[in-house]
């Protein structure tokens, strides 16, 4: 069992490049999210789904793009890479009721941006 | 908006002491996470607190939750070095959608 699985791990990129980062969950959950950590800073949440073909913008959006076409595929976009943007990336997925509430992150990527 | 805050946010003990891990919350909430990070890895839960009152214990760690006062505590009993690691509350924001809002996270630091 999977669980969340991040792609890729880690990624270099020259500032105005772009790139996605593929999160992948096979636990039929409907609520799928995209956090970066920041040193001292904890998680913040970037954008968020509820459900495939739906997606909403979490705390610290701007420069990401998101797509869920697939249930269980979360896509964060970065069109034109920034220095700001290096950071370490997670996915979390939950399953969705009251008392489903346990979130399963992946193994994060570490994005550096030169 | 809600804001979560932690203390300490570094910590270091000696083995065999106890300890806690105070987390605050700035709006109600009812439902509250523990993680635990090791360096480099992915976050592991480590508890879910859905009600006020809720306590919840594994091993050396306990954790409970205080809704009224906004409050949740980590103690750790008779701590080991294996403790050692990045802690993190999260709260639920409560408007739909199980989103969470982290707090800082407590480095803890256990010397033999």
């Known amino acids: 069992n999977a669980g969340v699985t991040q792609t890729p791990k880690f990624r270099v990129l020259k500032t105005g490049q772009s790139m996605t980062l593929l999160c992948a969950q096979d636990?039929?959950?409907?609520?799928m999210y995209w956090y970066r950590q920041d040193p001292g800073m904890g998680l913040r949440l970037i954008h968020y789904?509820?459900?495939?073909?739906?997606?909403a913008k979490g705390e610290v959006p701007d420069g990401y793009n998101v797509s869920r076409l697939k249930k269980q595929n979360f896509l964060l976009g970065l069109e034109s890479a920034a220095p700001s943007q290096t950071s370490v990336y997670f996915c979390?997925?939950?399953?969705?009721?009251?008392?489903?509430?346990?979130?399963?992150f992946g193994q994060g990527t570490r994005l550096t941006v030169v | 908006e809600l804001k979560v805050e932690q203390n300490p946010l570094f910590l270091s003990m000696q083995e065999g002491k106890n300890y806690t891990i105070y987390c605050n919350y700035s709006?109600?909430?009812?439902?509250l996470y523990w993680y635990r990070q090791d360096p480099g890895k992915s976050l592991e839960s480590l508890f879910v607190?859905?009600?006020?009152?809720a306590v919840k214990q594994e091993g050396r760690l306990m954790a409970s939750l205080d809704t009224k006062a906004r409050l949740s505590t980590l103690h750790i009993t008779a701590a080991v070095h294996d403790l050692s690691a990045t802690y993190f509350c999260?709260?639920?924001?409560?408007?739909?959608?199980?989103?969470?809002?982290f707090g800082q996270g407590t480095r803890l630091t256990i010397n033999p």
């Open positions: 999260a709260v639920d924001d409560s408007q739909g959608a199980q989103k969470l809002v």
């Open positions: 607190l859905l009600s006020n009152g």
């Open positions: 789904s509820v459900g495939e073909g739906t997606t």
């Open positions: 636990m039929n959950h409907e609520y």
């Open positions: 709006t109600t909430s009812d439902r």
């Open positions: 979390a997925s939950i399953s969705g009721g009251f008392m489903n509430t346990e979130a399963f």
